[in-house]
């Protein structure tokens, strides 16, 4: 998919070398918002995520290729190079392009690219513009700075699955992993936030880049957001609640005489008028319910009696009175009738690009909705080293003979 119109950030360019999630999602998202990326690869076996399947991109006869769908969650619109950057030659082309760059991002682990001379210092002797975005686990300081670790281990260290499930006590009760992993999302968006604050800064202060020092155990912790600033204010660790909310009540799924729904009432107008839909208005000027703070306080007494009204409705029935009413609330979708909704059909959240392989490949959309820089082009997430003759000759003048030189050397 091809735009003519300018992108936010069509003069940057980004030399990736980060690897999995948690960095590609930070440098898909420059890359959606018009920045050249330039993804390093291993020569040969790539980015780690490429092998993460099934599921796997088929192609044209159905056929499982080595694109698998983790690695196309984060590298659309990104060009592909290999270099070897255990061997001197390859580090040399490596700094070569990262003078070319106004970013440099990695996740490596803490020291490796000191050891290659490809760590701050390193590249900002030769680019002292450079904002270079280090993304680790526990970060580059403290005791667990040395330590590698996954999505699900900062799910776990850093509150989020004391939060996430049932109840102690309740069928299925106990500590629950989000779903995705979720923790090198969040780190992602925030390594793009903070990658372009820093471009902003450099721009706008004498021309001087930055480092900027990312860790999932951080970025998690702060994604908590309300639940962390519940703990920092009374003491007390939120403790799980399943699908009910914290906040306005009530919240949480209920279940119709067929399926179920999410419904949130989350202030007093739209639990009376709640009431009135489920035909029970006393409800509303219950002193146990009347008001917000009482409904928490009597979440126990009020839950049953509500969910004993809702079984009596079918879910469209129930969703349609609720809308016409103004009560926040939908159905419960796996990501097919999510797809398949047409709000989300109409906002355009499934793109469809070419691809080399499998003639064709669906996307997932950048949700972002610019009036003026549209993100509204799209390219597959490219093969392996696809760009690696063309970025080595427009951006360091090579010509054939040398790359042809640098291939049979293992260089690239």
């Known amino acids: 998919m091809k735009s003519t119109r300018r992108k936010a950030l069509e003069r940057v360019r980004v030399l990736d070398l980060s690897r999995v999630l948690a960095g590609p999602w930070a440098s898909q998202m420059l890359a959606d918002m018009g920045a050249e990326v330039i993804k390093i690869e291993r020569p040969g076996k790539g980015d780690d995520s490429r092998t993460f399947g099934p599921t796997f991109v088929k192609d044209k006869n159905g056929r499982d290729t080595r694109e698998s769908a983790m ?45 290659y001379g ?10 002292p513009r450079i904002v270079y975005c280090s993304v680790t686990g526990f970060g580059q300081t403290g005791p667990y700075s040395h330590r590698l670790g996954y999505d699900s281990i900062f799910q776990a260290m850093g509150g989020l699955m004391s939060v996430n499930g049932e109840p102690d006590g309740a069928p299925g009760g106990g500590p629950m992993k989000v779903g995705p992993s979720i923790t090198d999302v969040i780190t992602g968006l925030y390594a793009s936030n903070a990658i372009i604050g820093a471009l902003y800064h450099r721009d706008a202060d004498h021309g001087v880049g930055q480092y900027i020092d990312m860790a999932l155990l951080d970025s998690v912790i702060a994604a908590l957001s309300h639940y962390t600033a519940d703990y920092l204010i009374s003491g007390v660790p939120p403790f799980r609640r399943g699908t009910e909310g914290n906040g306005g009540m009530p919240s949480q799924m ?50 049953p009696i509500l969910a004993g009204l809702m079984r009596q409705w079918k879910q469209q029935d129930l969703l349609a009175a609720l809308d016409k009413a103004d009560v926040p609330a939908g159905p419960i979708y796996n990501l097919k009738q999510a797809f398949d909704d047409p709000q989300v059909k109409q906002r355009g959240l499934e793109v469809e690009v070419p691809h080399p392989l499998s003639g064709s490949i669906k996307l997932s959309a950048n949700p972002i909705r610019y009036s003026e820089t549209p993100i509204d082009a799209y390219a597959a997430p490219p093969l392996l080293g696809a760009h690696t003759d063309a970025v080595l000759k427009d951006l360091l003048n090579l010509d054939e003979a040398r790359i042809a030189k640098l291939r049979t050397e293992g260089i690239i």
């Open 71 to 115: 690695y196309v969650s984060a590298n659309r619109n990104k060009k592909s190079i290999t270099v070897n950057i255990a061997k001197p030659e390859g580090q040399q082309l490596i700094r070569e392009l990262a003078a070319q760059c106004d970013v440099l991002l990695e996740n490596y682990k803490v020291g490796d690219l000191a050891r």
């Open 118 to 127: 490809l760590d701050y210092a390193s590249i900002r002797a030769v680019n």
């Open 254 to 303: 209920f279940h119709c005489a067929d399926n179920p729904i999410m419904l949130v009432a989350g202030n007093d107008g739209q639990f009376k008028r709640l009431c009135e839909v489920l035909q029970h208005p006393e409800l509303a000027v219950d002193e146990r319910f009347a008001i917000n703070v009482n409904r928490v306080k009597n979440r126990n007494e009020m839950t």
